[in-house]
């Protein structure tokens, strides 16, 4: 049986999987902090930084995927009171991406506040 803290960040992980796959950018905008900070490595390995109003547009601007969404997810951490990490796949086809997901709990709820992400599959995502 899981913790609370681990239950919890587990249904965040899983409604941020969720969303991507509808592009439900509301669910972005109350699970994100606001300094939302989503980072990856374009292909020419140079980091690429974007926040959380270009990522909710992101999400936004494209349509849902067809069918049921596809997600694992692999490890929740959650460390003392404050503060947990997921890691997890979620299919955007034709890709399929590997997080790690970066929570603290604050004002009574669990915030998304870091995003790390790579290319497990598919041509990397640009722009």
């Known amino acids: 049986m899981m913790s609370l803290p681990v239950q919890e960040v587990a ?13 439900d950018e509301t669910v972005f905008e109350d699970m994100c902090h606001e300094n939302f900070l989503m980072t990856y490595v374009g292909e020419d390995n140079q980091g690429r930084f974007i926040d959380k109003r270009a990522f909710v547009g992101r999400v936004a601007a494209r349509d849902a995927f ?46 998304l506040i870091t995003k790390l992400f790579r290319v497990a599959s598919g041509p990397a995502l640009e722009g």
């Open 11 to 23: 249904d965040r992980a899983r409604a941020y999987c969720e969303a991507l796959h509808w592009s």
């Open 66 to 111: 067809a069918g049921e969404p596809s997600y694992h997810i692999e490890t929740v951490d959650v460390a003392g009171h404050g503060i947990a990490h997921v890691k997890l796949w979620v299919d955007m086809p034709p890709r399929r991406f590997e997080d790690y997901l970066g929570f603290f709990h604050v004002g009574g709820e669990w915030k």
